[in-house]
């Protein structure tokens, strides 16, 4: 059977990218996030990304467990160019019963790293929040 992932919010499962800046500190973490297509029985234990012919266990910061499962993962800083230049991506899903593995295609791989690109510009064009007191 041919399991397909889709690269945005909306039909499952998906994965798409979410970014977070600390106003304190400036600082900037990017997420990779993965949602089930159903409610997984089964107990998620990560997710991991092969970029090239290296694969990287990917930090789960969060498990949200609402109408469907959404596992939160963070990038790192170093990932972050090394999505944009490989051009074979797989994204592999654990839980304790299996491991899901989704080879993207071109166009997927185009989308996955242009969708990257576009929050980054995103975030680092935006202005420190500036909170004025009365």
């Known amino acids: 059977m041919q399991k397909y992932l889709w690269l945005f919010s909306g039909k499952r499962p998906c994965v798409y990218f979410k970014a977070e800046r600390d106003n304190g500190t400036g600082a900037i973490n990017y997420f990779l996030l993965y949602e089930i297509g159903t409610f997984d029985v ?3 234990i990560g997710v991991s990304l092969k970029l090239g012919e290296t694969w990287y266990n990917l930090k789960k910061t969060n498990t949200d ?5 959404i ?6 800083q170093d990932m972050l160019p090394k999505i944009g230049e490989n051009q074979n991506i797989t994204i592999s899903y654990t839980n304790r019963k299996e491991t899901i593995n989704y080879q993207l295609n071109g166009d997927q791989t185009v989308n ?3 969708n ?3 929050l980054i510009r995103v975030i680092e064009s935006e202005p420190k929040l500036n909170i004025n007191k009365r």
């Open 42 to 44: 089964d107990i998620p």
């Open 116 to 118: 990257l690109s576009k």
């Open 71 to 76: 596992v939160t993962s963070a990038l790192t």
């Open 112 to 114: 996955f790293q242009s």
């Open 65 to 69: 467990y609402s109408d469907t499962i």
